[in-house]
């Protein structure tokens, strides 16, 4: 799911953190970032694995990646530019319930496998999560709040378009609790 996910991350974000200065573009490639490592090795291994969530998906990958961030960067700016990157990726544990899937997300504490969807192909798989009702309502959620924030942002002007690719940042007051 694209829009769920990037919709909904940034939104999170947004809301919770309240930093208008907050890097989105961070925050969408931290979002993406598990389906990117594990759908094509999910895919090309379905024999071994029979899921497309593999370790990107676990707790393991998100803490090792926060970790990697606070070991390569000092306090202040440089932290706080990158940290975006990690909280997209467990943004993205959440949005993907992934609470439901036990051994993935704890993997490789409760053994080596991940949690079979129980399909014979990655192309079932696919096929399934496409043809659920629940996908593309999820799917509607994270592109309305997506159409919402570029009208408010103002996206459609060139200039502002510009200033988000080379900033990350869009112009649309998040205001106060």
């Given amino acids: 799911m694209l829009f769920w996910h990037v919709g ?19 925050v969408i490639v931290g979002v993406l970032l598990p389906t990117l490592i594990d759908a094509p090795i999910g895919i090309i291994g379905w024999d071994r694995f029979e899921s497309l969530r ?29 940290m975006p990157l990690a909280v997209g990726v467990l943004l993205h544990l959440v949005l993907d319930a992934m609470w439901r899937e ?15 969807t129980g399909l014979d192909t990655a192309g079932d798989y696919i ?25 408010r942002s103002r996206l459609g002007d060139p200039e502002r378009r510009a200033t988000f690719i080379s900033t990350g940042r869009v112009d649309a007051h998040i205001g106060r609790r």
Wanted: charged letters at 20%; glycine letters at 6%; a positive charge.
């Fill in 8 to 26: 909904g991350a940034i939104a999170v974000i947004r809301y919770t953190f309240r930093d208008e200065r907050m890097d989105l573009r961070l």
């Fill in 54 to 82: 593999l370790v990107a998906h676990s707790l393991v990958f998100a803490a090792s990646l926060m970790t990697a961030i606070l070991l390569t960067t000092r306090r202040g700016r440089p932290r706080k530019k990158w």
């Fill in 102 to 116: 036990p051994e993935t997300l704890w993997w490789p504490f409760f053994g080596w496998a991940f949690t079979s």
């Fill in 127 to 151: 096929r399934a999560v496409a043809g659920d009702w629940r996908t593309w309502a999820l799917e509607s959620i994270g592109l309305a709040y997506l159409i919402v924030l570029w009208r």
